[in-house]
C-alpha cells in the first residue's frame, strides 16, 4: 500500500496550544509517510498522487494515548466504585493473572487490540503484564493492526498476589532480557518500553536491574507517579530514603535521565499529588504527565493541576487509563479534562483556569503525540497520523461552524460510531 497520498476534507489541527487550525475543503499531502502540509489548493507537484475525497467530514491528526493497560480491558466499566488499592487487589491483579493461559490472552488480546485499531487512537504507550509469552502475543497483534505502540512487559517481585509476583529481582531483569532478546528487529511498528509496575511492587534490587537493562537497550520507560495519597505514603514508608516518590525513581535512573546525565522518554502516569520538587524534578528531566481524568475520577485519586503543570512547562498528554478509565475514546478523555479542571479551579484554586477544549485537543494530539517524536499535526515534516470522522450522523437544525461541529462531536463520543478512516505512520488502516 502506498505510503504516499493526498486526502481532502475539513482539516483541523492545533496551531498552538489554544488554538486549532479549520482549513474548509482543504487538501492534506502524505508523502512516504510524511506530513508536507495543508493546502487551500493542491500544489502542482502533488498533482499526480493518490486523491481521496472525503468531502465535509473533518481530516484529524490520530489521537495518542499515553497510558492505557491492555489486559485489563475485559473488565473495563466494573468495579468503579472502589479506591485504587482494592481496585487493584479485587479487580486488576486478579485479571491479569489469568494472561499466564496463552489462550486466555489470545483472546482477551484480540478483542482488546480488535476495538483500538477501531478507536480513534493511532498510537499508544500500553501496559501488558509480567508475563513474557502473553506479552510477545499482544505485540504481534498490534503489529498486524498498523497501529504504532510502545509495549511494555511488567515488572513486579514485590507486593503483588503470587500468580503476578515475580520470584526475585534477578529472574524479573531475566525474563525482561529475554522478552527484549526475543523480539529485536521483529518489528517496525511495535516498540518495548521497559515498564517497573509502580514503586511499591518492585524492590531495591529490581529497580537497579532495570537501569541497567534501560541503559544496555536504550529504552524508554513508562510507570505510575503520586496517585493516590495513600499510595504515596507507602512509597515513604519502603524508600524512607527519597525526597518524594519521583524520586525514588531518579536514584535508580529510571525518571527521563539516567545516572550519565543522558535523557531519555519517559512517561509516568497520574500526578496528582506531586508536590513542588516532584514538578520541577519532571521538568528538568523532560518527563511526560500521561493526565488521565477519567480513572483519577472513578478511583477517587483526586483531580491532577494541570493548568498548573501547563504553566510549569512540563510536557503533558492524556491516557485514558483503560481500566481504571472505562473507555478507550480519547474524545471522551478531552472532554473529562475540560470538566475536571472546572472542578480543580472552582473547588480547589481558584487562580488555576480550566482547560478549554482547544487546549484538551492540543494535549490529545501533539501534547501526547511529543512522547514519539513529530506527532499529532499537519505541519510539515510529522509523521501522518489521520483520523477522519463524519459528523453527519449528527444532525442539527442550525448553521454550525467548524470548530462548534468538532467540539460537538467530542462531547458526544463519536470517535465511536463515526469515525470513517483512519491512517497511522502514512498506512491506512481502514
Keep these: 500500500m502506498s505510503d504516499s497520498f493526498v486526502l481532502k476534507g475539513t482539516v483541523c489541527y492545533s496551531r498552538s496550544f489554544t488554538e486549532i487550525a479549520v482549513h474548509p475543503a482543504a487538501y492534506v499531502v502524505c508523502e512516504e509517510g510524511v506530513c508536507r502540509g495543508v493546502f487551500d489548493a493542491l500544489p502542482a507537484v502533488y498533482e499526480a498522487l493518490s486523491l481521496t475525497d472525503f468531502g465535509e467530514r473533518f481530516i484529524l491528526p490520530g489521537l495518542v494515548d499515553l497510558h492505557i493497560h491492555a489486559p485489563q480491558y475485559p473488565f473495563r466499566g466494573t468495579g468503579m466504585d472502589l479506591e485504587l488499592i482494592d481496585w487493584l487487589e479485587t479487580r486488576a491483579f486478579p485479571e491479569e493473572a489469568k494472561y499466564s493461559d496463552p489462550d486466555y490472552a489470545e483472546t ?64 524479573s531483569a531475566r525474563e525482561t532480557r529475554l522478552w527484549l532478546e526475543e523480539t529485536a528487529g521483529r518489528y517496525q511498528r511495535t516498540k518495548p518500553i521497559l515498564t517497573p509496575r509502580f514503586i511499591p511492587s518492585c524492590t531495591d534490587a529490581l529497580l537497579e536491574e532495570l537501569q541497567t537493562i534501560r541503559q544496555d537497550w536504550n529504552l524508554p520507560v513508562q510507570s505510575h507517579l503520586s496517585e493516590n495519597p495513600g499510595e504515596i505514603r507507602w512509597v515513604q514508608d519502603l524508600c524512607p530514603e527519597a525526597d518524594f516518590y519521583g524520586d525514588a525513581y531518579d536514584r535508580r535512573g529510571l525518571f527521563g535521565r539516567d545516572r550519565r546525565g543522558q535523557s531519555f522518554p519517559t512517561v509516568m502516569a497520574h500526578c496528582v499529588w506531586s508536590p513542588p520538587e516532584e514538578v520541577a524534578r519532571m521538568k528538568e528531566n523532560g518527563v511526560f504527565v500521561a493526565h488521565c481524568p477519567a480513572s483519577n475520577t472513578n478511583l477517587a485519586s483526586g483531580i491532577a493541576p494541570v493548568r498548573r503543570y501547563l504553566e510549569a512547562g512540563l510536557k503533558v498528554g492524556l491516557g485514558s487509563d483503560v481500566a481504571g478509565g472505562h473507555t478507550e475514546s480519547l474524545f471522551r478523555a478531552m472532554t473529562d479534562a475540560v470538566q475536571v479542571s472546572k472542578l480543580y479551579w472552582r473547588l480547589v484554586d481558584p487562580e488555576a483556569k480550566p482547560i478549554t477544549f482547544p487546549e484538551a485537543f492540543y494535549l ?65 488502516i481502514f
Excluded at 503525540?369 to 499535526?377: D, K, L
Excluded at 501522518?384 to 442550525?398: C, N, R
Design 108 to 171: 482477551a488480546y484480540r478483542q482488546f487490540v480488535d476495538h483500538l485499531t477501531r478507536s480513534a487512537t493511532t498510537r499508544a504507550c500500553i501496559f501488558a503484564t509480567r508475563h513474557r509469552e502473553s506479552t510477545e502475543l499482544l505485540m504481534d497483534l498490534l503489529e498486524e493492526s498498523g497501529l504504532v505502540t510502545c509495549v511494555g512487559k511488567v515488572n513486579m517481585d514485590r507486593n503483588a498476589p503470587e500468580p503476578l509476583r515475580e520470584a526475585s529481582a534477578a529472574l
Design 364 to 428: 490529545a494530539t501533539r501534547g501526547g503525540g511529543a512522547f514519539f517524536g513529530n506527532v499529532g499535526s499537519f505541519e510539515p515534516g510529522y509523521e501522518f497520523d489521520a483520523i477522519v470522522l463524519d459528523d453527519s450522523l449528527l444532525p442539527h437544525p442550525q448553521p454550525m461552524t467548524a470548530l462548534q461541529r468538532l467540539e460537538r462531536a467530542a462531547y458526544l463520543s463519536l470517535d465511536l460510531l463515526g469515525l470513517h478512516a483512519k491512517y497511522a505512520a502514512g498506512r491506512r
